[in-house]
């Protein structure tokens, strides 16, 4: 244990002077999986005219959510064992192959498989470069940093929508992908020259069943969350056999992870209560982004009446308001704790979401932008804040383990929300549409029952929003303060 302590510590100063180098490969890895999450609703029209499959094309989404989802865990672990580096470049290969081979993609079953290639590759960037960022920054530098992370997903949801249509009303479709390649590219080959690691080169044991099992659980939560109330019925046999089979796995895999002599998730993630917390408010944080992102633009469109780009901005503005409040949240956590900043957050996150709740049939849409702006802040002085604390609890043989569980519990509270907020559409509108993915079709809809729907969908944000303030206010104040007042010596 000391030894390896003390080999990072040796790394982590030679690190130092390839700091910003290494930032921007890991902004530029972590920005091609945030345009491609954007950037290819735009181009939906044109692949299906061009590969057919229309019934097909939501699995584009689901599939890489799916990928992404459920090799998080397995990525973290390895990360701890065999170093980041390798785990990074292995993400950031796969991403570019699933990039090619979309780009060539034949028919729309190949290139949903190709999707979950880049589902596989994201799965590896994002908890990994989470991880590296708190490896090599101090307490005190991290959140100006995650900061800027976060600001690749703002200019994301604003810059991918509009380089889509560019790419589609000019060049073809297929480039949404085959300009992954130039980025891809320089982010590996940037962290070829310039990240280097003295990891301890010891036999580890893969936790083979544990993987095995874990993916097959995931899998087929996830699966069962996503297409419950839309391929099958809830109750249908199909839907108890998908989540049933979930269950079982999953029990297994809690089974099996008590006799692993390297368990992919450890039992101890369960014990602390500190990660509980933060995983808690992780989950919330992920189904609260689903609430947003996918109804607040059908609430602009089908009840306000705008076009979509202006739906588009107005859910936008929460990217803005994430990355101004997590780029301060440093100054803030480091006067008065990770707890503290947090509940300021939680509080400002649930106004945002009571305001969300009060829009009516006719509000105007900047109300809308103001809401999402605030929430936006919110989820700013939550999210990083949260974050930091669990990674600043653990030590690096094991924090990657953390940050992965943190992100898993996120991608878990997307595809919650997503089964949540669709169900409570669904039920509102009785029938008239049919919702899925998040979505629902606007042919033959009132807009004052969608709206019906949708204000409904705005409450539970409003009770996610809640649960995400319980969460913080569970997390222990003993820790907080004296990882704070360590930092600060």
Known sequence: MVMVQQQVSRAEVGLRSSRGPILL?????????????????????????????????????????????????????????YGRKPIMLIGVGLFLVGSILCGFAWSMPSLIVFRGLQGLGAGAIMPTSMTIVGDLYSLAERATVQGYMASVWAISAVVGPALGGIFVEVLDWRWI???????????????????HEDVERVRHRIDVGGAVLLTGGSSLLILGLLEGGVLWPWLSPAGVAVLGGALLLLVGFALVERRAAEPIIPGWIFRARLLN?????????????????????LYVQGVLGHNA???????????????????????????????????????????????????????????????????????GWIASPTLIAAQSSAEWHVRGVVTGTNMFARSMGSAVGIAVFGAIANAALAGSASGGHGSITLDGVDPAQLFDALHRVFVGSAVVALAMLLGVALMPRKSDSHQVDAASR
């Open 25 to 81: 490969a890991m902004m530029l890895s972590v920005g091609l999986v945030a345009i491609d999450s954007t950037i290819l609703a735009t181009a939906i029209p044109a692949i299906v005219d061009d590969l057919g499959g229309f019934n097909q094309f939501p699995w584009l989404f689901s599939v890489f959510l799916l990928a992404q989802a459920v090799s998080v865990p397995i990525y973290a672990k390895f990360s701890d064992q």
């Open 177 to 195: 992908f085959f300009v992954n390649v130039p980025l891809a590219l320089f982010a590996g080959w940037t962290l070829v020259r310039r990240f």
């Open 277 to 297: 917390t933060t995983n808690l408010v992780s989950l919330s944080v992920g189904a609260m982004l689903v609430g947003l992102t996918s109804y607040v633009p």
């Open 309 to 379: 780009l202006v739906g588009g901005f107005a859910v936008a503005s929460l990217t803005i308001g994430w990355p101004i409040a997590a780029a301060t949240a440093g100054r803030v956590y480091l006067r008065i704790g990770f707890r503290a900043t947090a509940l300021i957050g939680s509080v400002v996150a649930l106004v945002g979401a009571g305001l969300l709740a009060t829009l009516a049939v006719d509000s105007p849409v900047w109300l809308v932008a103001v809401t999402c702006f605030v929430v936006g802040l919110g989820m």
